[in-house]
């Protein structure tokens, strides 16, 4: 870990430090060590977060920063590697969170020459930032302060140039909802975690970018080859063609015969009319394919709606989760509203898991009578009705009435506020509403949810292993050998998201560290970079470096848990009927394959293994109690 | 009108007619003689639907045309001489109509090498056409039908090329609703009068065009220096500010003084509220403006929302009519709601006025007791009640429920089925829902809209004498006089409309035959257009066609009239207070003006003299019964 890096191949090897307070941008070097022991994208973030961050601020106050990051890969002819990371304390769940965002703007602001962009302090007023390559500007925002995404957009990119590229707020975020998302200029997003309400706690609008730089390669010719190979590994990958003709909505479907896409809020009830989720029929609404910046899947699919009272909207577009958190978890399976829902949450800049998964709590609890109609503003809440579930959304992005300005708050902080048992109903996990899975159905899946650094997040555990049998089929009920599954695809996401590519394909093994080691090596010529087993051990130590930050926040054992529904009621449906989460026995075998201690602290031994030898002492003297 | 025209100078010199019956484009040279009788635009469209659309089809049918102009000026430097004019048979009042449209489409369309596109037939599925300069393809539109103006937009330009420039329908159009407006890719409308149907019944979901070519002028310097009076006018023009900064709707407040802008569906009951519409406060919610090609007034504002049920749009625009058919007319003065109301028009693709003053009839209606819940489908139609009118902007656009259905017919039709003494609330002339003035208030200007060769157009016999003194100031109570009036701003916007010319710059008399012939002359070289008076009879000459052609489908004496609350009801409200609006003697004096018979047609002395030779023939023939 000590060696130079001789070059800034695969780099740009600028950071653009933003100062919203004093209205000051700084570009600083990119420094070696940050790059050979976090190799870029979701690494680079977690260090900049940890050294940053003091624990304990307040994540809507200047204190708190918005790392938005690339990768060595970005921006390069590697495929599906030029998303885009955005990190920050969160302040829906209070703890550092990373949120990851495809389209061009990642590959963009690496053109412009910069790896990463540090954002920090508060704007006095609405602004937006103008990056032209070397030249950065602040920009009054006050014209699109209030604007949906799209609106801002187009004044955005008319204010600055045509081709540009930006992520930007919506009203969502200006309102400082806790579930508010970053949106790119081509409706991609940063979504989980309230990324967008940073920005609007900073009267930050927009980052917009516009580069001319390419990234410099070590060996171009030994990447082209490897590129070459990917190409064709593509074309052989027996999941392309659903990808690349359905996007994630391949599986939505399949999701639910597994167990997941679990309906009315995770109540398990059959999901009538779940036949509307087939994907021949999700298909038939399928009119365009959209990408991101370097990648063939295209897996961005745009929907068409041309009957009901959403006829006219043809939107890109509702993912597999989105399908589950508008349709499953509320009992809807109007497909053209979960469209219109979809769009809705682009256009305001909110996350689509975290609002539907909020209105499904609310709708529970309308059910079981623990709300009424005097707090809901008068709206029935129903499973199934879309218009009072679109109508919840708009609410929500403008903190409109009681209801939403309650769900504005996330799940967890409105079940706290609302009280009467209302906890049991809000599916969280550390304050990050949960995904379309079920931990009952698949217990290293599961696991993975309830151990997440960032909360529930699918994204950051997927467990191939169980859901796709890849690189090898486990018994997604057994507990046993499951903790070295979730440790061994969260060190793998996590190493693999800071070049940055895409989970879809590390959650297919189409991309790993094996394939990640050979192109990062050409593309940068660091040696370190080489080797596998380093890739690994990078990931293991984002992952750490993650949990310290959480725990120096105060997290222990008690938050690594799934809501107690999923602990105590016994699943209702196939194929999982019967089943529970067996938390206590997963968690003891997590911490140990982790070697953490008891309270789910990383040790001493570990830390320094992991040469993360300031944050063991950090920790040591911070958080834990003696 | 013997000369020959030696060039083409100004012109392309090219018609492209369009059979989507059989996918076959035909390019025919420009006749020189239609250039010299007609001038451009609005004349073109005037004399081809004269020639090919036999009196009596369905306006629905293949046999209708859709007549697409552009004029000599368009895509010059002259200033607001560059929009394109739609013309057709009105599905909507069964007779003649023109439809004028802003943005870059016109001078696009033009620079293609095209002076007018005819498009003729019906597709048998949905198509788009491409003019990508002398290349002209049919394509398959299935993705894009059934998609929103804005969605379809996006979709097209990406298949095509992105700078090209549009006219599209949205879901109204396809749906044949009957007050469907073409939209362009910036928004603009040709919305009067159906032409959205027409595109739709055809299944011609857009026509897209990219051009590379431009006029050549005959005299560049002479031109040059019109234009730079032209500027130099326009910037000493006392109301250049107020359309700069607000638009059309600088006068939105000022009409409701007048005594126009007629509350509660012409009850002209004091509008609650009304402070609303005043100049300062429709400036609060300006962020942005917009222009057609080639006009520095740049009179489109964009509007934007921040507080309310529709925050975060910002759209272009509601201009005054807008502000009156979604605002006054239903009595509702929530700005926001007209602004939404605007958005979701241009998006399904519906005109403004025909639609908001259709739902202020129903509104009548269920006021009445006429109609009731029953009929609304539930909805309790309310003065007022913007989240009302928005759900029945949505039913209207995509025939939703027994009420969107029928308003989808136009206000008269409906009133018909529903019968019940229901046509006595229809507010329309001909069948074309009333603007916002009142003739009441003003006897030229009804004069103008009882005579409207399309209905009940402002547009097209616009006051200015009465509304803003110019050429000189007339009292707008009297009744003398009034005829000569109306048919001096009928025959001068005729022939301004053939530049084809903004009504904006000719209402403020920025525009005229004095003006009009000099830069006409520069820039075509035909000898005629050297003098106002021949613009003058050009502009009497295409008055009388249109008549003419509308006298071949029925219209006679009886047509040229005023929904007849407002000839028995007096005016309740100041400055017009207890005036009723005297038809017949204004339409004596009128038709005598005009050199028209007593049951309103073009007498034969009349039309030969205007060098109809063959239109005096053809009515003798077929519309005058012996």
Redesign the interface.
């Known amino acids: 870990m000590k060696k130079k890096v001789d070059s800034w191949f695969g780099y740009m090897g600028q950071v653009l430090r933003v100062d919203l307070t004093h209205r000051k941008c700084r570009v600083e070097p990119l420094q070696k060590e940050l790059v050979e022991n976090f190799i870029g994208g979701r690494g680079f973030g977690a260090k900049i977060l940890w050294d940053e961050i003091p624990a304990g601020i307040d994540p809507l106050s200047p204190e708190n920063k918005l790392v938005i990051s690339t990768g060595p890969l970005t921006g390069t002819k590697v495929q599906s590697a030029s998303r885009w990371v955005a990190q920050f304390k969160s302040p829906l769940t209070g703890i550092y969170c990373r949120s990851v965002g495809g389209g061009y703007f990642g590959a963009e602001l690496k053109f412009a020459g910069y790896d990463m962009v540090i954002v920090e302090g508060k704007a006095e007023r609405p602004v937006y930032v103008w990056i032209d390559d070397d030249k950065v500007e602040f920009k009054n925002a006050t014209?699109?302060?209030?604007?949906?995404t799209l609106?801002?957009r187009d004044?955005l990119l008319e204010e600055t140039e045509k081709g540009a590229r930006a992520i930007i707020v919506?009203?969502a975020g200006e309102n400082l909802v806790k579930v508010a998302a970053i949106v790119t200029d081509d409706s991609r997003t940063a979504a989980r975690g309230g990324p967008g309400a940073v920005m609007g706690s900073k009267n930050l609008k927009a980052i917009v970018v516009k580069g001319s730089k390419k990234p410099v390669i070590y060996n171009e010719e030994a990447l082209g080859e490897a590129v070459k190979e990917q190409i064709q590994a593509y074309r052989q990958w027996s999941h392309f063609k659903d990808f690349h003709e359905l996007g994630t909505d391949h599986a939505v479907y399949l999701w639910y015969t597994f167990g997941h896409f679990p309906p009315y809020n995770f109540q398990q009830r059959e999901l009538a009319g779940v036949e509307r989720f087939r994907p021949e029929v999700l298909a038939s609404y399928v009119?365009?394919h959209k990408g991101c910046y370097g990648c063939m899947v295209r897996c961005g699919k745009?929907f068409?709606?041309?009957k009901g009272?959403y006829?006219?909207?043809?939107?890109e577009f509702p993912e597999l989760e989105t399908h589950w958190s508008f349709g499953g978890i509320l009992g809807n399976c109007n497909i053209e509203s979960i469209i219109a829902a979809n769009m809705l949450c682009d256009?305001?800049g909110l996350d689509t898991i975290s609002t539907g998964v909020a209105i499904a709590f609310a709708t529970e609890l309308y059910e079981k009578g623990i709300i009424g109609k005097s707090e809901t503003d008068g709206l029935e809440l129903k499973w199934g009705d879309a218009e009072v579930m679109l109508e919840m959304v708009?609410r929500i992005?403008?903190r409109?009435g009681n209801m939403g300005n309650l769900l504005a708050e996330g799940t967890k902080r409105a079940a706290e506020i609302i009280g009467r048992g209302a906890e049991k109903y809000a599916m969280h996990i550390k304050g990050l509403e949960m995904p379309a899975y079920d931990p009952r159905a698949m217990k290293g899946q599961g696991l993975g949810l309830a151990t997440g650094t960032i909360g529930g997040s699918h994204a950051i555990s997927w467990n191939k292993f169980e859901i796709l049998g890849v690189p090898k089929k486990v018994d997604p009920f057994i507990v046993e050998g499951k903790a070295e599954l979730a440790k061994y695809v969260q060190d793998e996401m996590a190493a693999c998201e800071t070049a940055v590519f895409c989970k879809l394909t590390v959650n297919h093994n189409m991309t790993n560290p094996n394939f990640y080691s050979k192109v990062l090596y050409s593309a940068t010529g660091i040696e370190e970079f080489k080797d596998p087993k380093y890739l690994w051990l990078v990931g293991e130590r984002i992952w750490n470096l993650e949990r310290a930050f959480d725990v120096r926040e105060g997290i222990e054992r008690k938050h690594d848990t799934v809501p107690v529904r999923l602990l105590k009621e016994a699943m209702p449906r196939a194929p999982a009927k019967g089943q529970i989460f067996e938390l206590d026995k997963l968690l003891k075998d997590y911490y140990r394959v982790r070697g953490w201690d008891e309270r789910g602290s990383p040790t001493k031994k570990k830390l320094v293994e992991l040469g993360l030898v300031e944050v063991a002492g950090e920790l040591e003297k911070k958080a834990l109690p003696t």
Request: charged share 10%; proline share 7%.
């Open positions: 014209k699109v302060w209030g604007m949906n609106a801002a004044f919506g009203p009119v365009g745009v068409k709606v041309t009272p006829a006219g909207i043809a939107w256009l305001y708009k992005a403008l409109m």
